[in-house]
């Protein structure tokens, strides 16, 4: 099984900043099959970034995302206010076939 | 745009089966493949299984025993049932598109929070 740690665990940072979130995987990955989903309270989760680097539909380009083997990023190159929520890890293809991260919170400092 | 909304009881009694449907509007189940995640209050996701409009089906190994799914494509809809339920179970239960050859959830129910309790 693929363990998926996100770090760390909660961000606080201010609008207008930049957050580097962090998504290591126990074993090497297939970059494709490696995803990003922004949550809000009382919401579903959203597909940010799929493919490790691709945006989603409607995503806007300061998401970005990166990394290989076991290491992948997320980074919101200026945060804004409605950017604020949990920030979950995914990832496709061992047992079970779909694992997610414990997520990262971002929080306004 | 593709919609998916849940629908079933919100309580359910230990020992006995959750029932759940999710509804597909603004587009087909056809050719894709369906999934359900839950989220225990306060936690992470848990992927449950999916369906696919094929027929197939792939289930966490956690929970495999307990859990069956099935696709009506007259209606536009699948189901999950998952027996035996304990308080542990309680959660939302999110259903959304994905699973198969689809490495990723592109669209999701707003969720539906279930309660085991007697």
Excluded at chain 1, 56 to 81: C, V
Excluded at chain 2, 75 to 86: A, C, E, I
Aim: net charge neutral.
């Amino acid at each position: 099984e693929i363990v998926l740690t996100q770090s760390p665990n909660t961000l606080s940072l201010s609008p207008g900043e930049r957050a580097t979130l962090s998504c290591r995987a126990s074993q090497r990955v297939t970059s494709g099959y490696l995803a990003w989903y922004q949550q809000k309270p009382g919401q579903a989760p959203r597909l940010l970034i799929y493919g490790a680097s691709s945006r989603a539909t409607a995503i806007p380009d300061r998401f970005s995302g990166s990394g290989s083997g076991t290491d992948f990023t997320l980074t919101i190159g200026t945060l804004e206010p409605e950017d604020f929520a949990v920030y979950y890890c995914q990832h496709y293809g061992s047992s079970p076939l779909f694992t997610f991260g414990p997520g990262t919170k971002v929080d306004i400092k | 745009q593709v919609q998916l909304q849940e629908s079933g009881p919100g309580l359910v009694k230990p020992s006995e089966t959750l029932s759940l449907t999710c509804t597909v509007s603004g587009g087909s189940i056809s050719p894709y493949c369906w999934s359900w995640i839950r989220q225990p209050p306060g936690k992470g996701l848990e992927w449950i299984g999916y369906i696919c409009y094929s027929g197939g089906t792939n289930y966490n190994p956690s929970l495999k025993s307990r859990v069956t799914t099935s696709l009506d494509t007259s209606k536009n809809q699948f189901s999950l049932k998952m027996s035996s339920v304990t308080a542990a179970d309680t959660a939302v239960y999110y259903c959304a598109r994905g699973g198969g050859d689809v490495p990723n959830f592109d669209y999701w129910g707003q969720g539906t929070l279930v309660t085991v309790s007697s």
